[in-house]
């Protein structure tokens, strides 16, 4: 391979911040790495995304102790990916919840999918001796389910595909906040490398609709407030279709993977080049756009073989 992904030198270790985005919500975020969710409930408290390792996990679980003893009795993963639920097992939680689509995810890609992200993300897999293997949710569901964490209720759902075919948000509905995992990031790039473009726009219409107070977003800070909200959610959607539109064009005329590469650089760099993880993010994006331009629906595999070949392509 010819050139290494970005992420792949990133060794610095990044600065937590832990926000209260709600009475009892808070949102643990970390300068661009993947954010966890935390809600606290009468009696118990649920997480939103594992992170990648049980050591990683273990600083969302310092930051729960600080704010409340309560157990932490359930575990919620807006979809799968390995940076985001492979440590699972630290927080020792009764029910585990992912989407059936999710799960099916894990049954069709899960090792694979974990041996791709453990190259490219070196820091975040640091400790990775501990993770027992892949994590398997106890529970799942299509559309929506509810769960009462006492009297506090969490409302879980599907609106749609968008980051990945399994995606669900989380919304709480007595101070109406939403975690949304990496269907809206905030000064992040969006990883559209198992995304589907067609149905993103529509998904991010359906969070709109809520017309929440706050969100916990897949990557990047706390967004407070309706103004930021919205800001955000606009500012995601612009970055998906940035990055279809040129690929689409390409793959219409029938122009190569390297040609479509060049072209959402031109269409993105100006806007985006300073986001979060935006190197690292771009090769995947300008695949799959390239990939669901020419007719596959699906997202194919990622393996640590088919991401070197892909490099190969993209250098012409």
């Not at 020792?92 to 059936?100: G, N, W, Y």
């Amino acid at each position: 391979m010819s050139k290494a992904f970005a992420s792949q030198g990133d060794m610095e270790e990044k600065q937590i911040s832990f926000t209260e985005i709600g009475e009892g919500l808070w949102a643990f975020t970390a300068e661009g790495d993947p954010n966890s969710g935390v809600i606290i409930g009468d009696d118990s408290v649920m997480i939103v995304e594992a992170q990648a390792t049980p050591r990683l996990a273990n600083k969302v679980i310092d930051k729960v102790r600080e704010v409340t003893d309560k157990p932490i009795t359930h575990l919620v993963m807006t979809h799968y990916h390995a940076v985001r639920v492979l440590g699972a097992s630290a927080y020792k939680a009764q029910t585990v919840i992912m989407s059936e689509m999710a799960r099916g995810m894990v049954a069709e890609r899960g090792q694979e999918d974990w041996e791709s992200e453990f190259e490219r993300f070196p820091r975040l897999f640091q400790g990775h001796e501990s993770i027992p293997g892949l994590t398997w949710p106890n529970t799942t569901f299509n559309d929506r389910m509810t769960v009462y964490l006492g009297n506090r209720r969490v409302d879980l759902m599907h609106l749609g595909r968008a980051h990945t075919a399994g995606d669900i948000v989380v919304h709480v509905p007595d101070q109406n906040v939403m975690f949304t995992g990496d269907i809206v990031e905030y000064h992040s790039a969006c990883y559209c490398g198992d995304g589907h473009f067609a149905d993103w726009g529509d998904t991010l219409d359906a969070i709109r609709w809520f017309d929440v107070d706050a969100i916990a977003p897949g990557r990047g800070d706390a967004l407070m407030g309706r103004e930021m909200v919205n800001a955000a959610i606009e500012n995601t959607r612009d970055f998906v279709e940035s990055t279809y539109r040129p690929a689409a064009r390409v793959a219409a005329r029938g122009g190569t993977l390297k040609e479509a590469w060049d072209a959402v650089r031109a269409e993105c760099d100006p806007k985006f080049s300073d986001y979060a993880i935006y190197e690292h993010c771009l090769p995947f994006n300008v695949a799959r756009a390239y990939d669901e331009a020419r007719g596959i629906e699906t997202p194919r595999i990622w393996t640590a073989e088919r991401d070197k070949e892909m490099w190969e392509a993209l250098q012409g």
